[in-house]
């Protein structure tokens, strides 16, 4: 992202752009900031373009020809797939583009063995925006805050994020709410964040997992209902659980053979966050607890989906036994 930012800040553009990644924030951001940096709001030298099925030939007949009284011709197209298949044409067209014109593709889905993905890391520049670490996230909305005259404690910083989660959407969202209700204090504290902001669902998956793993029933259960009265479905519910088993399990069994949390959350391709917090709850279980508990989720889900099972009976049952207290053996 330093060469993007660089190319935004000079106004030294490379001939064509492609912006993608898992980190739609970070994607839309950077594309809205090229566009105006080249084109500075000039429709009459931009040509947008989203969508599969795209004619090319067009596409190329517009980028040939020449901006009228701008420096360049903007080409953007977003979402055109063309980095999975039928790219190959342009994958062509873009080593001799014009020095007039710049093209800006915006893909949510790529193939880096594609013969467009190649030929745009060689004639231009490809920024992959993954998600951000604790660290990055925690500086960026420090950045937010000290910008709008606020200050937040190191602390205060990781309750937001454990609050609200990592996206960098919503915790912008969040943020904004944040400046607005601290409008005559220039302190945030976990007060604040308790006023306004929004737990977020992954968030309270992970309160009922631990619950799940202290053998909480009642607050297993308290999470469920508060998750349902949300208008949560009981299938998201139970996806996301099972989403966690599996974390869980990857997690103690990679930090079992001597990994950090930083390479476990490198080769489980998740956040330092979700890796710590996986880490910490897998310790509650034995692997067979986990590997049974991931088996029983995804049977669950196929006994609702094939209609032997209600869907709020079968999360309720799998709830119930996973945070049920083992009795002990009585002594004869």
Known sequence: MKTLSEDIKTGKFKRVYLLCGEEEYLVKNYKNQLIQAINGGDTMNSNF??????????IIDVAETMPFMAEYRLVVLEDTEMFKSGG???????????ESTIMLFVESNIDKRSKLYKAVKASGYICEMTSQTEGDLSVWAARLFANAGK???KANMMYLLQKVGTDMET?????EKLICYCMKTDVVDKDAIDAVCVTQMSVKIFDMIDAISTKNQKKTLDSYYELIAAKEPPMRILYMITRQFNLMLQAKDLSNQGMGKNDVAKAMGVQAFIAGKSIQQARNFQMRELKDGLAESIKTEQLIKRGAMDENI??????????????????I
């Open 49 to 58: 373009y989203e969508g599969k099925g795209l004619n090319v030939k067009e």
């Open 88 to 98: 190959d044409e342009l994958a062509e067209y873009v080593k001799s583009i014009p």
């Open 151 to 153: 200050r937040i404690t």
């Open 171 to 175: 915790l912008s969202t969040e943020i």
């Open 314 to 331: 079968g999360v309720e049952m799998l709830l119930i036994k996973y945070s049920k207290k083992e009795e002990k053996k009585k002594r």
